[in-house]
């Protein structure tokens, strides 16, 4: 599946494990451009541990590292799960996955999926990392996974895989962050995503989205709706609601199946 051009393997294990297929060196050959099926990440869809949930996933980084979230993954499994017929779960209308960041609401709205997620409390409107040419203001956003947001004159002109990976390894977080570069169109923001576990350039980046949609409206650069213009030509949107010291974030995109198979090598 693809969402705006960050795409995944996404496996049904709801009727069967995932045996050896979740193991790091596995997911590390089905990621694997040119010898194995090629993908940002790997996706388990499971069944839920919760009965007012509809579904579960686990989401496994292209180097066999398991994210705590990732939102064009979550977008792509709220469009299949009507082709696969789950439902509701609880009283209510919409889905409920459940992720490694806590359950996410889902619905399909009237231009494609939409999410939910839980509420981003930590953001750090200004990092103490100095900026290099071109680059205007630094901040960080835990929006399910880290992210920084680096806004600057113009993404096109950035070196994202020296740069990216520079500050993705930088003391601010002794994890490392994703990194996010965002700059200004006319109507909207063009972004552009070095991602930590894949560790490069990705053309596109949900839960960056999210941070940078947040980063943006603390510096007073966009409103409470972001939209954000991939490396992939397609748009992210960014809702966003205050709540206290909290903001509470939906995401909107897409989530096609690009194809659908079986694994040839299943170890």
């Known amino acids: 599946m693809s969402g705006s051009g960050n795409d995944f393997v996404v496996i049904d294990v709801r009727q069967e494990p995932a045996g050896s297929l979740e193991r790091p060196e596995v997911i590390q050959e089905l990621c694997a451009r040119g010898t194995g099926v090629g993908a940002d990440g790997v996706v388990f869809i499971a069944n839920p541990g919760h009965s007012d949930a509809s579904l579960a996933m686990r989401y496994y980084n292209s180097d066999g590292s398991r994210g705590d979230f990732c939102g064009n993954a979550t977008l792509c499994v709220t469009s299949l799960s009507s082709t696969l017929g789950v439902r509701p779960g609880g009283s209510g209308p919409e889905l409920v996955i459940e992720t490694d960041n806590g359950p996410v609401s889902a619905r399909i709205g009237v231009r494609g999926p939409e999410i939910d997620l839980p509420a981003v409390a930590d953001v750090v409107p200004q990092v103490e990392l100095a900026l290099k040419a071109g680059e205007l203001q630094m901040g960080f956003a835990l929006a ?81 709706a972001t939209s954000l213009m991939t490396r992939s030509g397609r748009l992210l949107t960014v809702r966003l609601a205050r709540d206290g010291a909290s903001w509470r974030p939906t995401l909107a995109g897409e989530g096609r199946v690009v194809f659908t198979g079986e694994l040839a090598e299943a170890s």
């Open 144 to 224: 399910g996974v880290p992210h920084l947001v680096v806004r600057c004159d113009d993404v096109q002109t950035v070196d994202v895989a020296t740069r990216g990976r520079e500050l993705r390894h930088s003391n601010f977080r002794a994890s490392g962050a994703n990194v996010n570069f965002v700059s200004e169109r006319v109507g909207d923001w063009s972004i552009r995503t070095f991602e930590r576990g894949v560790e490069g350039e990705t053309l596109a980046c949900g839960s960056g989205a999210i941070a940078s949609g947040i980063l943006l409206a603390v510096w007073k650069r966009s409103g409470d």
